[in-house]
């Protein structure tokens, strides 16, 4: 509580408001750490329950890439105790950062998630109301089932602060998920605007975000469609800034180096079903290179729910991941230096967390590259 009070008078709220879910983020060893381990003990102690239904983002490893990894005995039991601490206070063990596949939060409905990219998606997909909550927020939350009344939560908040014009088509998905990235430096932090990209599906927008997120501290972003439903004014006097093809060009350089790779890794955020079939098709009668290594990730939930789109894609020797991702992982135990993937992210986060290089590419590349 003194948690939520503090931010609340930091940020000039003048109530708590009840949420309808939390998500709470912190929770593989590698990035949390003992000091997770020591607070959640206390907290336990304490007899901390959560009071609201509270999911879990991904972890450092599920029991097939713990194999590959080889960990030393004592992380595995620091990753399960932090596991367990998070159980016995009442969270559940989602450990995917699409939470939202399996419990879709209601449209207008406040939450307190952390995990920028399921942050920005159920404000700006979904219609529900969240801040950019740091793991301990979203952990107090969980507990006290309420969160303070700001940012977006008020809905004076969420009007958009700039426009970016988009004039051309994005070839793919990358381009359109680089054009995310370069959506969130330019907005510093404003709601953006998107005008001139339609027909998006939803596995393209859960990318869109994500890479927004990634570029700025974006938590929300309207396309032309989103905005006509939901706001009742013009927009006309916003600030425009364009983007053209060649800014995007620039974005997948500035992420991505040329090198070979020798891992190849789609699903962040976490594959959708969408994705899982996309995946199944192009991979049909092809194999996995024998000196590559395809992880993809995705939910639990999901994995279980579509047992013949993982038969499909595994038949090509690609491995189907769940309960983690490369970013919160130890990749660097692989003995790779250069990692595939489709997701500026993982590209901006890769190189600091693992040291390893990324090369960029959309998804029917990363297929190539991997049965190259
Ligand atoms: Fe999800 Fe990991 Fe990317 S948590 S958004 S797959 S960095």
């Known amino acids: ?13 003048e109530k708590l408001i009840p949420v309808a879910s939390a998500h709470v983020s912190g ?4 990035t949390a750490g003992d000091a997770a381990i020591e607070f959640l003990r206390e907290l336990e102690e304490m007899g901390a329950r959560a009071a609201v239904l509270a999911t879990t983002n991904p972890c450092g490893f599920d029991e097939r890439l713990r194999a590959l990894l080889e960990l030393p005995e004592e992380v595995v039991e620091a990753q399960e105790e932090l596991l367990s601490l998070y159980e016995a206070i009442g969270l559940k063990r989602t450990l995917t950062c699409v939470p939202y596949y399996e419990l879709r939060p209601r449209s207008a409905s406040h939450l307190a998630w952390a995990e920028s990219s399921a942050v920005i ?6 219609g529900a109301c969240t801040n950019r ?13 309420k969160t303070p009344d700001y940012g977006l939560h008020r809905p004076e908040n969420r009007a958009p602060g700039l426009k970016i014009k988009v004039d051309f088509r994005p070839g793919d998905e990358l381009e359109l998920w680089a054009l995310g990235f370069l ?11 998107l005008e001139g990209l339609g027909g998006l599906s939803d596995w ?4 869109l975000g994500a890479a927004m997120a990634s570029g700025g501290m974006t938590a929300m972003f309207y396309t032309s469609a989103s905005y006509r439903r939901s706001r009742p004014e013009s927009g006309e006097d916003l600030e425009l800034v364009e983007i053209g093809k060649a800014d995007l060009n620039d974005v997948i350089e500035r992420l991505s180096s040329p090198e070979e790779p020798d891992l190849i890794f789609v699903g962040c ?3 959708s079903e969408e994705e899982l079939r996309l995946l199944a098709g192009l991979l049909r009668g092809r194999r996995v290179g024998p000196d590559k290594l395809f992880l993809i990730c995705t939910s639990r939930y999901l994995r279980g729910a ?3 789109l993982i038969s499909a894609i595994e038949a090509s020797g690609a491995l189907v991941v769940v309960d983690t991702c490369m970013v919160v992982s130890w990749v660097e135990r692989l003995g790779i230096d250069v990692v595939a993937t489709n997701s500026p992210k993982a590209a901006y986060y890769l190189p600091g967390l693992s040291g390893v290089e990324v090369r960029l590419a959309n998804l029917r590349e990363c297929v190539e590259l991997a049965c190259s």
């Not at 909550?133 to 089932?145: C, K, T």
């Open 306 to 308: 579509n047992p013949s």
């Open 269 to 271: 955020p976490h594959c």
């Open 121 to 126: 998606y159920a404000n700006s997909v979904i």
């Open 183 to 193: 959506a969130g430096e330019l907005s510093k932090g404003a709601i953006p605007l």
């Open 27 to 30: 929770v593989s060893y590698k």
């Open 1 to 13: 509580m003194r948690v939520l009070v503090k931010l609340g008078d930091i940020f000039g709220a």
């Open 204 to 207: 393209e927008l859960k990318g």
């Open 133 to 145: 909550e740091g793991a301990p927020s979203a952990l107090a939350a969980a507990i006290i089932g």
